[in-house]
Each structure stands twice: as C-alpha cells, then as structure tokens.
Nanobody, 122 residues
Framework: QVQLVESGGGLVQPGGSLRLSCAAS????????MAWYRQAPGKQRELVTS???????HYADSVKGRFTISRDNAKNTVYLQMNSLKPEDTAVHYC????????????????WGQGTQVTVSS
C-alpha cells in the first residue's frame, strides 16, 4: 500500500504564488513518474504537470512558464511551485503516482492523494 498526502493549498489573490507538496509513504522501492492533476467544479480532471525520477518534466500549455514541478527522490516527495496564479487555476489539485514498485517487488498502479484545494480570488 502506498499513501500520497498533499499539502500547501489555500486561498491566494490573482498574481500570487503557492507551493504544493506531496509526500509518498509506504513500502516504496521506486516511483518512476509523479504528477499533479487538477479538477475544477463541473470539469474533468486534467493533467497539469509530471516529472520522472530522472527529472524530465512535462507541463500543460495552460501552466507553462508559471508552474514548476520538482521532486526529492530520497524523500519520495514532489513539489509544485505555482506563480502568477489566475482565477482559472482554481481547482482541487491531486498528486498522482501512476506506478510504484514496492520493496516486495510488486507494482502498484494508480495511486492518488486526497486532493488539496487551490482558490485564486480577489
């Protein structure tokens, strides 16, 4: 079993910044990719950004140049620095680990955190 716990959400004014964190715990040997998704009210969940264990990143066009993903492999933690926030960034942000290799040699798929609310409003 793998648990993902997000933190760092909150209310911020347009143009402001927030930093989200997601810590993975459990019998983890390796997490190849960690990602952030978000879901706004009435909309489908969408991929915001992802990062491989080697540091290769991908960003949705809507956040390029404003958001930065990083990770600490030793701590199994991923971060999302969000700058120049806009009202359209308002959503529940979820941490995701598509596949995790456990210390028992098993592969676990589709691990999600509980989500953290980000609200951008004046």
């Amino acid at each position: 079993q793998v648990q993902l716990v997000e933190s760092g959400g909150g209310l911020v004014q347009p143009g402001g910044s927030l930093r989200l964190s997601c810590a993975a715990s459990g019998s983890i040997f390796r997490i190849n990719v960690m990602a952030w998704y978000r879901q706004a009210p009435g909309k489908q969940r969408e991929l915001v950004t992802s990062i491989t264990s080697g540091g290769i990143t991908h960003y949705a066009d809507s956040v390029k140049g404003r958001f930065t993903i990083s990770r600490d492999n030793a701590k199994n933690t991923v971060y999302l620095q969000m700058n120049s926030l806009k009202p359209e960034d308002t959503a529940v942000h979820y941490c995701n680990a598509p596949s995790v290799v456990t210390t028992e040699g098993r592969s676990l798929f589709g691990s999600w955190g509980q989500g953290t609310q980000v609200t951008v409003s004046s």
